[in-house]
């Protein structure tokens, strides 16, 4: 909140140094806030709403990025979308919001005009398992993969009905063949596997390190560990969810000119 938004970003990626890559030659235009995965990491409604007014002020679009929704979290999550969208309202602009959770969908179509829903990671199901290079014959099945239901005209016909428009996909070991439209894609990293319960909060607190503990009160674990697995994987598991690496786009520029070619006007990169 102290410092410059955008100087933030170049020093992040000169500490990756990666900022001279020439996927970076444009500038950052729009910012991703919140999180897809757990709802323990978002941040307080006012503080959220203190940063989308940063952001507007320093001139960049504005993606909420919301998780899949607990009933335990209806409330706060309704007064959160509620505090937004009237700073929407009184600002007259619109925010994108991803939407990973039908509830969540149809609280955002019925009651928060100023919130535009795109269709969130959790909700575009991939098989995306980095083992599956070594599978017998996989490579018979590699066209299907590329394929799930948003290549359906009926699927599509659906989410518009709801006011969804774009989709957001990633960059994972299949190609991914996308749906007719403009649409986003997130690279470096992958979502794999998400679940409702925090292996981490639960290794840390149970000696035996399992378990489907609820939690009352996140202590952040996943800001300082993380579960490490084989390099050749290239996967790591962070709080309730595990996410893999793909760095094609940085090595095969060809792919980004085709995934552009096929309806991509919008790369979102995550540090």
Known sequence: MKNSISEEIHKRLEELNISQHGIFTREF?????????????????????????????????????????????????????????IYCRESNIKLEITINDW???????????????????????????????WKWKVEAYEDSMEENHLNEEKVNAFYKKYGISRYEYEVHNYYNKIAEGNHSLHFPFYQMVTSMYCHLFNSCTNLKGSGTKSIKQCQRYCSEMVYLYPSHLSTIGKGNSIFGFSDVLFKQPDILEKYIKSGIDRLIFTA
């Open 29 to 85: 235009s729009r910012l991703y806030i919140g999180n897809e995965f757990c709802q323990n990491l978002l941040p307080e409604a006012g503080q959220l709403v203190e940063f989308i007014q940063k952001a507007g002020n320093e001139g960049f679009n504005i993606t909420i990025c919301y998780p899949y929704l607990k009933e335990s979290y209806i409330d706060s999550c309704t007064d959160m979308l509620d505090k937004i969208n």
């Open 103 to 133: 509830g969540l969908l149809q609280l955002v179509s019925n009651k928060f005009p100023y919130l535009s829903p795109v269709l969130g990671r959790l909700l575009n199901k991939r098989k995306k398992d980095p083992r599956d290079e």
